[in-house]
C-alpha cells in the first residue's frame, strides 16, 4: 500500500544564483508529488537545472526573504510542503520519515533536526544565539506557516499542532571555511541592521554590549559549543558579535 496515496507532498526550494549545488539539492527530492523552484533575481543556470528536474518555476525578485519564501508556499499544490535550502540534502532515511510521518498527521508542522557542516567537519555543538540552527520548522501542511518580513531570521507564524521533532537528520552545508563565516556575518549585520533602523528601535549600545559576552556564553558553555574545538569558538565569537555589529552598523551605517 503506498503511504502517500492520501497525502501529496511539495517540496519548494528557494535560490539565487545556486548552479554549483542546486543539482544536488534538487536530486533527493524526486520522492515528493512536486517540486518548486523559486529563482529570484537568478543570472545563471540554476533554471536550467530546476527545468532538469522537472520543477515548477517561479521567477521574480524579492527585497526580503519572508515573502519570497510565502510565493513559494503559494505555489505548492501538495498538502504537505516540505522546505529546503539550496546548501541542504535530504537523505534517503529522512525522506522516508517524512512519508511516514504526514501519513499518520493530521495538520500542523514538524520539526527536523540538522547536521550543520562547516567545510567537511560536521559541528553539532553549539549553534544557536541567531547564528545557525538545531532543528527547525521545514515540514508542515499547507497554509499552516507563514513566514514574516524581517530581512534576517524572519519570524514565522505556525498554526495547527506541533508534531514534534523528527529522527532523522536534515544534511546543511554551512560555510566552506572560516573566511565564509566572516562574509556571512557581514550580510546577516547588514541585513539585521536595516531591520533595526526600519524599525526605529535600534537599541543601546550597553545592552548590545552586554549581549555579546551572554551569547558567547549561550553558545561555548550551555550549548557545549567547547565540545567542537576552534569550530565551536568562532561559532559562539561570530554568535557574540551579531547583536553588537548590527547595532554599530544601524548607528553609524547610512543605510545605501
Known amino acids: 500500500m503506498d503511504i502517500m496515496a492520501d497525502k501529496t507532498l511539495s517540496a519548494l526550494v528557494v535560490c539565487h544564483n545556486e548552479e554549483a549545488q542546486l543539482d544536488d539539492c534538487l536530486r533527493p527530492l524526486a520522492f515528493a508529488d512536486e517540486i518548486v523552484v523559486v529563482l529570484d533575481r ?32 503559494a505555489a505548492c499544490t501538495g498538502d504537505w510542503i ?8 535530504v537523505s534517503e532515511a529522512l525522506a522516508e520519515e517524512i512519508r511516514q510521518a ?9 520539526r527536523i533536526p540538522f547536521d550543520n557542516y562547516i567545510g567537511d567537519h560536521r559541528v553539532r555543538y553549539g549553534w544557536g544565539g541567531a547564528w545557525g540552527v538545531g532543528s527547525a ?31 532523522q537528520r536534515m544534511i546543511h552545508y554551512v560555510d566552506r571555511n572560516v573566511s565564509d563565516m566572516i562574509q ?3 550580510r546577516y549585520t547588514s541585513a539585521r541592521a536595516a531591520d533595526l533602523r526600519q524599525s526605529g528601535d ?10 555579546m559576552f551572554s551569547r558567547f556564553y549561550k553558545c561555548f558553555i550551555a550549548r557545549k559549543g567547547y565540545r567542537e574545538g576552534y569550530y565551536g569558538f568562532l561559532i559562539a565569537l561570530m554568535a557574540g558579535l551579531y547583536p553588537i555589529l548590527s547595532h554599530l552598523k544601524a548607528r553609524l551605517d547610512d543605510g545605501e
Open 82 to 89: 516540505l522546505e529546503v535550502d539550496a546548501d541542504e540534502r
Open 137 to 167: 520548522v521545514r515540514l508542515f501542511a499547507r497554509g499552516h506557516k507563514v513566514w514574516g518580513d524581517q530581512r534576517i531570521h524572519p519570524k514565522v507564524d505556525l498554526k495547527g499542532p506541533d508534531n514534534g521533532r523528527l529522527r
Open 184 to 186: 556571512r556575518l557581514d
Open 42 to 73: 537568478c543570472t545563471d543556470r540554476s533554471a536550467e537545472i530546476a527545468r532538469a528536474h522537472n520543477a515548477k518555476i517561479i521567477e521574480g525578485a524579492w527585497e526580503i526573504e519572508g515573502p519570497r519564501r510565502n510565493a513559494g508556499i
Open 102 to 110: 504526514i501519513a499518520g498527521a493530521d495538520g500542523g508542522y514538524f
Open 202 to 211: 535600534i537599541g543601546s549600545f550597553a545592552n548590545n554590549f552586554r549581549r
